[in-house]
């Protein structure tokens, strides 16, 4: 009998091998981040987000499970450990693909099926989806097999023949997103998804990554012949043309694992009466499995799903309220509240259903759908935990600096991430440890946001996200809150003093490119953001601050320099900045940033 550990084994060998084809092309792919963020981290993103996924299937492989089903907790923990816009993304899409292809049917019509939902599910998970990016390469997928499985009928064909389309819809992606026309690159998520389209590609013509399946419904049917031939009178045996194709059959054909050995132990039943007829060989238990497996395709357990949502609503205004309109769909529902966000749970046959009626009522900007027979956890709970603070503020930052600042400003805890940007799980076991019931989080960097918001669901508190894109947005959130008033009017008092602090960032070019008003900048030059566009660059930076400074200070009296990495050792550029301008006062802090030389605000 095959072993479930070479099975499982085959299947992580052959996605070890795509991680690693991703992983030769990701200083590429982390090249292509455009302009005015040079953070250059996409590739290394979406490699950390499958490696954190290979590192955390050990358990899984021990078990008893098919392909699909591998595949399915596979994107689980892609999930937990996605990182980063272009890694959750890609592990949405994953997670879309598991969930259609968890019947292990690897049939063209049900690839088809699992590619279009991939798509969706990181097209609806995705805030303010754009062309040009790694979802027109999905869309553009799911396009083109649809059309090439008309005159094709095998799936790795197929998308061999998908990808010259591909290639040329990412050398488009420039005509589609201005910013990556203007810094002349192709986009980065995209290149990265097709890389990994590529390595897939790769695997399926040198060995099949998942070897053609039978759909459950043949399944089924060979579990009953099987069932009714064992039941019957073997005096005409070789006469018998299901024990004929049981005797035959290749069983290395047959991907359905509990099936796999059950044939198998009905061959040897076979081989064992054909040579000294012994009917009562292992037949009682053959039948027994045949029936257990019958049982587990009942389709009242398949269609019970565990279901979530937030819901963001001005309409509602008490649980019971979301009671009466869903309540009807299932059972053990479950309802947080705080302001006007609702987080819910509920065992349902309908999460489409819940979901439309749900969101007449305001804005889902959270939705999970588990099949229950696969959960290993439980996603949601009523103050599980024993809390020790009613409230706290989380701040996620990159600068060891920058989190010290934050604390003396009054945090009550922040997170450090250094150069890699956070794990859906790392954020989610974060904000267990705080053990405080609500939590007003926030991240210096837009690129987390998403990961952020998912790891809000899988927390056991009540997390309020201030959706912050920089770190000087954090410095004012701390300045101007007041831990006294209650959450919602805490959050709203945040919000409405975000941007109170003009600042701008000085950088480095990695290539050359051209700013919007069409002046070029040289790769090593050193330039300056403000409001998200270029307005000045420079080889020498202490120029090119002296003019920023020149260019942007209205009546502010001060103006604080934030040291990142790059310009640790500096200690020359306050002493010229007071000769420079000699009626402004300037304070001098390390922020220990990665991405910008310099954070630079006036109060």
């Known amino acids: 009998m095959i072993q479930t550990e070479n099975r499982t084994a085959v299947i992580r060998e052959k996605i070890e091998n795509i991680y690693k084809y991703l992983h030769r092309h990701k200083e590429y792919i982390n090249r292509l981040n455009v302009f005015p963020v040079p953070d250059g981290d996409t590739g290394l993103n979406m490699t950390l987000t499958i490696q954190g996924a290979l590192a955390n299937m050990h358990n899984y492989e021990k078990e008893s499970i098919s ?94 023949k998908c990808i010259p389309y591909l290639k040329e819809v990412l050398n488009k992606t420039p005509d589609m997103l201005p910013v990556l026309k203007q810094a002349g690159v192709v986009d980065s998520g995209g290149a990265g998804f097709l890389i990994i389209l590529q390595g897939i590609n790769r695997e399926l013509n040198f060995n099949e990554l998942v070897p053609r399946s039978l759909p459950v419904s043949i399944i089924l049917n060979i579990n ?70 019958k049982n587990s395709w009942n389709p009242e357990i398949k269609l019970k799903y565990c279901t979530e949502f937030i819901l963001e ?49 305001g804005e889902l900007i959270f939705t999970k759908v588990d099949d229950m027979k696969k959960q290993h956890r439980n996603l949601i709970s009523n103050d599980t935990i024993d809390y020790e603070r009613e409230k706290g503020v989380f701040c996620i930052v990159s600068g060891k600096g920058f989190a010290e600042i934050l604390k003396k400003l009054g945090a009550d805890d922040v997170f450090c991430y250094g150069k890699n940007k956070p794990s859906v799980e790392r954020i989610v076991k974060e904000l267990n440890r705080l053990r405080t019931k609500n939590i007003i989080v926030a991240a210096d960097d837009k690129d987390i946001l998403m990961a952020l918001k998912y790891a809000a669901s899988l927390s056991k508190s009540n997390v309020h996200i201030v959706e912050a894109d920089n770190v000087i947005a954090l410095i004012g959130m701390m300045m101007n809150i007041s831990k006294e008033l209650d959450i919602t009017t805490t959050l709203e008092s945040i919000m409405n003093r975000l941007d109170d602090i003009r600042f701008c960032t000085i950088a480095r070019a990695v290539r050359d ?52 990495v790059p310009a640790k050792n500096e200690k020359n550029l306050i002493p010229k900045l007071k000769k420079s301008f000699p009626d402004l006062e300037f304070e001098e802090y390390y922020g220990g940033q990665y991405q910008y030389h310099y954070y630079i605000t006036f109060e």
């Open 313 to 361: 609503t001005d309409k509602i205004s008490s649980k019971e309220q979301i009671k009466e309109i869903i309540g009807e769909y299932g059972d053990s529902l479950i309802i947080l509240n705080s302001g006007d966000k609702y987080k819910v749970h509920i065992h349902t046959d309908k999460p489409e259903s819940v979901f439309k009626d749900a969101s007449k009522y």
């Open 513 to 564: 490119t051209t700013t919007e008003d069409g002046k070029k900048v040289n790769k090593n030059d050193f330039f300056t953001i403000y409001n998200g566009k270029i307005i000045h660059s420079d080889k020498n930076i202490d120029m090119l601050i002296t003019n920023t400074i020149k260019k942007l200070i209205k009546e502010e009296s001060l103006v604080s320099i934030y040291k990142g």
């Open 67 to 160: 392909t699909g089903e591998y595949l399915k907790n596979f994107s689980e923990q892609m999930l937990l450990n996605s990182r980063g816009c272009s890694g959750v993304i890609l592990s949405l899409y994953c997670q879309g693909i598991s969930q259609v292809i968890e019947n292990n049917d690897f049939s063209k019509d049900n690839i088809f099926k699992a590619i279009e939902n991939g798509y969706k599910n990181a097209y609806e998970g995705t805030e303010n989806p754009k062309e040009g990016t790694m979802l027109t390469l999905m869309r553009e997928f799911k396009e083109k097999y649809g059309e090439m499985m008309e005159e094709d009928d095998d799936p790795s064909s197929i998308m061999k």
């Open 224 to 293: 009953k012949a099987t069932k009714k031939y064992l039941n019957g009178k073997f005096a005409n045996f070789n006469k018998n043309s299901i024990a004929a194709l049981l005797a035959n059959i290749d069983i290395d054909k047959l991907h359905n694992l509990r099936l796999h050995n059950i044939i198998e132990d009905v061959k040897r039943f076979i081989n064992n009466l054909q040579s000294n007829g012994n009917k009562l060989l292992n037949k009682k238990a053959i039948i027994n499995d045949l029936e257990g497996m």
